[in-house]
């Protein structure tokens, strides 16, 4: 019901910045939350950000103080500012929802397609 693209991704340097964008379209209307995963290689998806309908965010001990997320409910895009970004952060960025069907009774996630992010030293 809800499809993302996602953007921003790229490599730079341990210390530099990089905000990633995800915009939302479809049924934008059903979303309650929305935020970022990440997967390194050979490790498990992780969750790094989210916000709520509420505009309330959970942020990742990994990433507290350095990563902030953020949401345009007009242009329906969700932002991840990064900074300080340390090696560790490399990884494939995936924007996320979540959502709630009233017709179907059913909640449902929605996945961006991914983008990398490499973190040199």
């Known amino acids: 019901q809800v499809q993302l693209v996602e953007s921003g991704g790229g490599s730079v340097q341990a210390g530099r910045s990089l905000r990633l964008s995800c915009t939302a379209s479809?049924?934008?209307?059903?979303?309650?939350?929305m935020g970022w995963y990440r997967q390194a290689d050979g490790k498990q998806r992780e969750m790094v950000a989210m916000i709520g309908h509420d505009d309330s965010t959970s942020i990742a001990r990994t990433v507290r103080g350095r990563f902030t997320i953020s949401r345009d409910k007009v242009a329906n895009t969700v932002y991840l500012q990064m900074n300080s970004l340390k090696p560790e952060d490399t990884a494939v960025y995936y924007c996320?929802?979540?959502?709630?069907?009233?017709?179907?009774?059913?909640?449902?996630?929605?996945w961006g397609q991914g983008t990398q992010v490499t973190v040199s030293s």
């Open positions: 479809g049924r934008i209307d059903l979303i309650n939350g």
């Open positions: 996320n929802v979540d959502g709630y069907d009233p017709a179907t009774v059913r909640d449902f996630l929605s």
